[in-house]
């Protein structure tokens, strides 16, 4: 099911947008601010983010410009009544794809987003490398190196990298890791997830400078920046 993170103060707004999206079949996670969106994209992955520009605390330009430090491939919608030139152009300079001027047809964003996603789904696949500071897969060689040093890997251990390469500084729980890596739901009576994910850290963290694949206790997994 395609995910949206929709960042919006206005309540009425926002659960209009969550219902109709909702009745379009789409998954949807809200937040009313800056901090509480933070928090939401960092909790799991997302294939698309609908940003109000006008959100309390670090407004939609400035979080906009923040995530895209981190995740250069979601596709990200602003919203906003502010609908000069000069503002459209901020919000794409922040890394922003599309902007939408309140008030709007529900249909018009619906054909946004269908568009946006298309254009993602279709960019994905034509990426060769996904890199996360020294560590860095060849999606057409299907290889992986770190701090240049080819690291070789089973094609599950392949599989499961190319994951957590996709969604970095994401906490992944051991549900979602089964469901894109194996395609079955997740048995709580099985270490299988755990023991393979130790495979991976093995050959990806051992041996060098720092631990990127970490693990939350009772949550899951989550790649990002070495701590030691």
Excluded at 14 to 37: D, M, P, W
Excluded at 112 to 137: M, P, V
């Amino acid at each position: 099911m395609t995910t949206i993170c929709l960042i919006e103060d206005e309540e009425r707004v926002a659960a209009f947008i969550k219902k109709g999206l909702q009745e379009q079949g789409y998954s949807v996670a809200t937040a009313r601010n800056s901090a509480e969106g933070e928090i939401l994209l960092k909790s799991r992955r997302f294939d698309l983010l609908i940003l109000d520009v006008m959100i309390p605390g670090m407004n939609g330009i400035e979080f906009c410009r923040k995530i895209r430090l981190e995740d250069t491939l979601m596709p990200v919608l602003m919203l906003t009544a502010l609908g000069t030139t000069a503002d459209k152009v901020n919000g794409l300079k922040a890394g922003a794809d599309d902007y939408l001027v309140k008030p709007f047809h529900f249909d018009e964003l619906l054909a946004r987003i269908d568009a946006l996603l298309r254009r993602s789904y279709a960019g994905n696949n034509e990426i060769q490398f996904l890199q996360f500071y020294d560590l860095k897969l060849d999606l057409w060689a299907k290889t992986a190196f770190r701090e240049d040093k080819p690291i070789s890997l089973t094609a599950r251990e392949y599989e499961l990298l190319e994951l957590f390469l996709k969604n970095p500084n994401k906490l992944l729980s051991r549900q979602y890791i089964a469901e894109k890596v194996w395609g079955i739901n997740f048995d709580t009576g099985t270490n299988v997830i755990d023991v393979y994910v130790n495979y991976l850290r093995n050959k990806v963290d051992k041996n060098f400078s720092g631990r990127l694949i970490h693990t939350i206790i009772g949550m899951g997994y989550i790649l990002k920046a070495h701590e030691d």
